[in-house]
Structure formats: C-alpha cells, structure tokens
C-alpha cells in the first residue's frame, strides 16, 4: 500500500485536533468520516499525536488517549494545552492568513474569515480588521479548480481538464498528469505532463473551466518540474506605482512577486510591481487601510476604488 504524503497527514492531523477534547468518546469510523481520511489511518494518525507535547514533555502538557474496545474508539483524557487557550493573532498574522484564504479561492461570506477577524489580538480595531479580511478575500482566486487540482497532485491522480489557451484563443480537453502549484504574481500555476502536447507544460489555474478526476495513477518524477510562468517577451504584463506612507510596513517580494523599492525624501516608499490583471494587486492596496495608495496606471486606481466602494457599501449594509 503507497504511503500517504506527508502534507498529506499533516493536514489529517490538524483536522484531528478539534476532536480531542477531554471527556471525548468518539468511534474511529465517525471520526475518519469527520476529517476525511480511513479509520486505520486515523489510529496511525493518534498514535504520532500522542507523542506530540510541549516542553518540558510531562504527562499534563501531552495528548493522553485511548483507542479502546479494540480499537473501535477514542477516549480522551488530556486534551492539547494549545486548545484550552483562545486564539489570538496580530494584525500581521491576520493579514497573511487572509492573503493565503483569498489564494486559496475562499469565498468572501466564509464562515472562516468571521472566525478570522474574531482571532484578531484585542490591541487591534475590530472594525479594521473586519475590512481588512474583506479586502483580501474578494471574489477571485480558482476556488473549487484549485482544490480539485491539489487533491490530484497529491494523490497523483491524473485528470482531464478543460483549458483555455490565450495565445490561440481556443479551448481544448485534455489529460495531465499534475505535479507541482505554485503562486506568481497572483495567479495560480501547474505543472504537469499533458498527453495531449505528450510533454511537460505549466498551466495557468484560472484558465482551466473543468477538473474531471479519471481514477488513473501516475508515477510522479523524482525533480517534477517547477511551475514557472515564461514572463519573457510579454506585452501583458503592467508595472504598478504604488506609495507607501511613511513608517508603513513594505511589503517583501515574497508577499508582492517582483516588487522594487525607493525611499524618497519625505520618508514614503514608492514601489512598482508588475503584474498581471489588477484585481489581485487592488485586494493587497485596499487591506492596507489607507497606508498605500495606487499612483499609477489607471486600471488598477480604478479597481482599488471600485473595491474600496464595494467594502464600505457591504459593511455599511451589516450595520
């Protein structure tokens, strides 16, 4: 039997996590239902939980469990420390916790992103913060494509897509088989071999209209290939100009893709970031909260004061 990717059971063990709470009996079917995974490897997944503690690693700050009547369910009888405290994040958690939400294709009304601005420390305003997730989540991202792909990168699952080229304007389906996602500039990317062009190709996420899983495996390779957009020769691509206000955190290239920074005179920080389509860039300018300001071209001014009217309307209609 193949094992299971590691990301793969770390995120079944995370999902795990809520469940044990002390005074829990739960049955290893039910629980397996619950974070998506099989009951074998719900039991392999406790039995690693359970070495899982905090300094200095005594008793009371361990996971303490039970698998009982042979193993047919869990009683818990010290639940993680981590769970008896409430969640607190900073300002700057917040905001890249939203980022990565808005990435990941979470809609704007999630239940999660309440959850996320109710998280946020008590030295930030409420209200702010509230703005702050709505700006970042804003309707884009691949959204139900981006977690059918992962699922089959994960799985090594190969799918046929249905994917709409730009340079020749045509769509096409075809069957890939899916090795790596990243995230350039704002958009999702894959990796894959597609049997159709019968070689490696990297496809851009919000261009694929259709995931259908086949059931197929594939063998993935030992060095997939890296999803790296060929930006050379683009006439598409803009540069931005946006200010920082002085004092103002900046983002890195990491957060903004390409990003180049001045200092000028008056202690503002002028960057310019290419990119894309300038939803994604208006999102990041907008849950500044009024530390930045989109100089330049126009299209993106105008996206960051449609999405600013959009936010201000829907929290003026919840009030």
């Not at 009996?25 to 406790?46: C, F, K, W």
Request: with cysteine; hydrophobic share 45%.
């Amino acid at each position: 039997m193949a094992r299971r990717p590691e990301t793969e059971r770390f995120r079944a063990m995370l999902a795990l996590l809520p469940y044990l709470r002390r005074g829990q009996r739960i049955s290893v079917e039910r629980l397996a239902e619950a974070v998506g995974t099989t009951p074998s490897d719900v039991v392999e997944d406790i039995c690693t939980l359970l070495m899982v503690g905090v300094p200095p690693y005594t008793p009371d700050v361990m996971i303490e469990v039970e698998l009982s009547d042979d193993e047919a369910h869990l009683v818990v009888f010290n639940e993680p420390p981590a769970l008896a405290r409430t969640v607190r994040l900073a300002a700057g958690e917040t905001r890249a916790l939203a980022a990565a939400l808005q990435a990941c294709g979470v809609a704007p009304g999630d239940a999660l992103l309440g959850k996320l601005s109710a998280a946020t420390g008590a030295d930030a305003d409420p209200a702010q913060m509230a703005h702050l997730v709505s700006a970042a989540v804003a309707p884009a991202g691949a959204g139900t494509v981006y977690v059918a792909i992962a699922r089959a990168v994960a799985e090594c699952e190969v799918v046929e897509i249905e994917y709409f080229s730009a340079g020749r304007g045509t769509t096409t389906a075809r069957c890939v088989h899916p090795y790596v996602l990243e995230n350039h500039r704002g958009s999702w990317y894959l990796s894959a071999f597609c049997e159709l062009a019968d070689e490696d190709r990297v496809f851009r996420l919000d261009r694929v209209n259709r995931v259908v899983p086949t059931g197929e495996h594939f063998e993935p390779p030992s060095d997939p290939p890296a999803p790296r957009p060929d930006l050379s020769g683009r006439s598409d691509l803009s540069i931005a100009d946006v200010v920082f206000a002085p004092g103002a955190a900046v983002p890195s290239d990491r957060e903004w893709p390409g990003i180049e920074t001045e200092t000028r005179a008056d202690g503002s920080t002028l960057a310019r970031v290419p990119f894309d389509g300038p939803e994604w860039l208006a999102r990041r300018v907008v849950a500044r909260l009024g530390q930045a300001e989109a100089v330049s071209p126009d299209e993106l001014r105008n996206a960051v004061v449609a999405l600013a009217a959009a936010t201000l309307a829907e929290h003026e209609g919840e009030a």
